[in-house]
Every structure is written in structure tokens, then in C-alpha cells.
């Protein structure tokens, strides 16, 4: 059974970091597309990094240059290491898994960024 866990977040003023942290298991994350969505209150969800399994990036167009997505092959985490944080960063975060047809999520980690 897939499950993803994640971690990281908290209460950050704006220009700080965080690093959020994904942990997998019943799985392995380099064998997968991994994500990180985010949502606002009243906003969609909306994709902010994604991982293939080949090591390929890319990232929503309001983060490029400040976040970075990463895994750990040995912790089998993925990883978003988040800089220069902005208020409307704040959300919200869910690590994501496509697999074929299927896909998972965790049940989120809340980023709130004080101006």
C-alpha cells in the first residue's frame, strides 16, 4: 500500500525558507513522477514542482528560481526546498505520486508565510 507522508512545514516570515519533506513507502520515489501541489484557501489546487523518475524538473512559473525539488534515493523522500518566501506561498502542501492510471497523495503539511 503507497503512502506518502508529509513534513516541514510551519510558520515562516516572508523571505525565509523551509524545506518540506515527502516520505514514501510501499513504493519507490525514483520509479515514479513525483509532485508537490499546493492550495490556498478558496484557490484549486495547483501543481508547484514535479520530479520524474529520469531527474527531470520543472516548476509553476510563480516559483521558478526559489524552489527546488529533490529526492533521496536512500530515504526514498522527495523533497522542496522553499526560498524566499512570499505571503501568497501560503497553502497548503501535498506530495503527489502518478503511477500508470493511478495516483496518490498525502494528506498535506500547512506553509504559512507572515508578512
Known amino acids: 500500500q503507497v503512502q506518502l507522508v508529509e513534513s516541514g512545514g510551519g510558520l515562516v516570515q516572508a523571505g525565509g525558507s523551509l524545506r518540506l519533506s515527502c516520505a514514501a513507502s510501499?513504493?519507490?520515489?525514483?520509479?515514479?513522477?513525483m509532485g508537490w501541489y499546493r492550495q490556498a484557501p478558496g484557490k484549486q489546487r495547483e501543481l508547484v514542482a514535479v520530479i520524474t523518475s529520469g531527474g527531470s524538473t520543472d516548476y509553476a512559473d510563480s516559483v521558478k528560481g526559489r524552489f527546488t525539488i529533490s529526492r533521496s534515493n536512500a530515504r526514498n523522500t522527495v523533497y522542496l526546498q522553499m526560498s524566499s518566501l512570499k505571503p501568497e506561498d501560503a497553502a497548503v502542501y501535498y506530495c503527489?505520486?502518478?503511477?500508470?492510471?493511478?495516483?496518490?497523495w498525502g494528506q498535506g503539511t500547512q506553509v504559512t508565510v507572515s508578512s
Open positions: 510501499g513504493t519507490i520515489v525514483s520509479f515514479n513522477v
Open positions: 503527489n505520486m502518478k503511477r500508470n492510471l493511478f495516483e496518490y
